[in-house]
């Protein structure tokens, strides 16, 4: 709403100008927190837009996300503090706001704390690894729990636990009785064979420890995609992990708009559809999204000459939103 109304500024001037609507013309102080609202709100919608998605990964980003969210909270705290004369008293208004969104993304934010699906599904882009768990900033800290030493190890046992045993189960069995040594190998023969054996055992010993110390990768486009190649090769059983944990949703979104869907469904007229019926209806629509086919026309409950109103359709331009952001972005200016 901020982005259409800043978008359309000349044209709500004018208008409430020409039709001497002057009790709800803007001033420039008005339009200035306008503008002040979409720049803190804009990182935030940004985010969500990312993880609300439901048609690629995005499990992977949850870490980075807040980060960047965490980021933009500490701006809004800097701008608060430096505003002066009318910037001022915009932000002031923002102090109560700023408390509740840092309180309400803390809240998130620990659900992250123990390792497990977050910690793995940062670990297994091979984009990212351990990386920003290794910045100065990272909550966790350098060692412990949740360090990415931390994390790592968990990550691992999980690896061994649960898709190392096909590994374990094709090795070929060991003997543990000690053979005795040839005729023809000499005392200090054997005394060297026994020094190899004492010999601790190198540290990379699967397919985790392998990929964990292999050079982050430099490839772009869909991690999918990356890992059907890595998965055919090099790391078999680890890719076995991978499929499981990309497949886990970041947020509840898309659950929640499939309900949204079964209600466009089931409508007032299609009061005894049967709840089979219902979820064909609701797959098969989905099936046309994905093969680039979605019906052009929707039938709307209210009535069938109606016509539905694209929201989409009134977005500003991307073209005017890029071009506005990047204005606004030197330094995040000081508002």
């Not at 208008?15 to 990182?43: A, C, M």
């Not at 090769?233 to 499939?258: C, K």
């Amino acid at each position: 709403m901020c982005e259409r109304a800043i978008y359309l500024q000349k044209a709500i001037d004018l208008y409430t100008k020409e039709q001497h609507f002057y009790d709800l013309s803007l001033s420039r102080s008005e339009w200035k927190r306008i503008e002040i609202l979409l720049d803190v709100l804009d990182p935030f919608k940004r985010c969500s837009d990312r993880m609300e998605a439901t048609n690629r990964p995005g499990i992977e980003k949850v870490f980075w996300i807040y980060e960047k969210l965490f980021n933009d909270l500490d701006r809004l705290a800097e701008q608060l503090d430096d505003a002066t004369g009318e910037e001022e008293r915009c932000l002031d208004d923002l102090i109560s706001a700023y408390d509740a969104m840092r309180s309400k993304l803390s809240k998130y934010y620990s659900g992250t704390g123990k390792p497990g699906v977050y910690g793995d599904a940062m670990i297994l882009d091979p984009r990212l690894k351990l990386h920003l768990t290794k910045s100065p900033e990272w909550s966790g800290g350098q060692t412990g729990e949740y360090s990415g030493q931390g994390y790592s190890r968990a990550c691992r046992w999980r690896f061994i636990k649960d898709y190392q045993k096909s590994e374990i189960e094709h090795e070929p069995t060991v003997s543990h009785v000690r053979k005795r040594p040839s005729a023809s190998i000499t005392t200090d023969e054997d005394d060297f064979e026994q020094m190899l054996s004492s010999l601790p055992h190198d540290s990379i010993s699967n397919e985790y420890d392998i990929y964990i110390n292999a050079p982050r990768s430099n490839e772009k486009g869909d991690i999918l995609q990356i890992w059907r190649r890595l998965s055919k090769t090099e790391y078999v059983h680890l890719g076995l992990m991978v499929r499981d944990i990309l497949a886990v949703p970041a947020t509840g979104a898309g659950v929640e708009r499939q309900f949204s869907k079964s209600g466009k469904v089931e409508t007032a007229y299609r009061a005894r559809i049967n709840p089979i019926t219902t979820s064909d209806i609701m797959m098969y629509k989905d099936y046309l999204k994905r093969r680039g086919k979605a019906l052009s026309e929707i039938e709307v409950a209210m009535g069938a000459n109606e016509e539905e109103v694209n929201i989409d359709d009134l977005d500003a331009p991307r073209e005017w939103r890029r071009d506005w952001f990047n204005n606004h972005s030197a330094g995040r200016r000081t508002l």
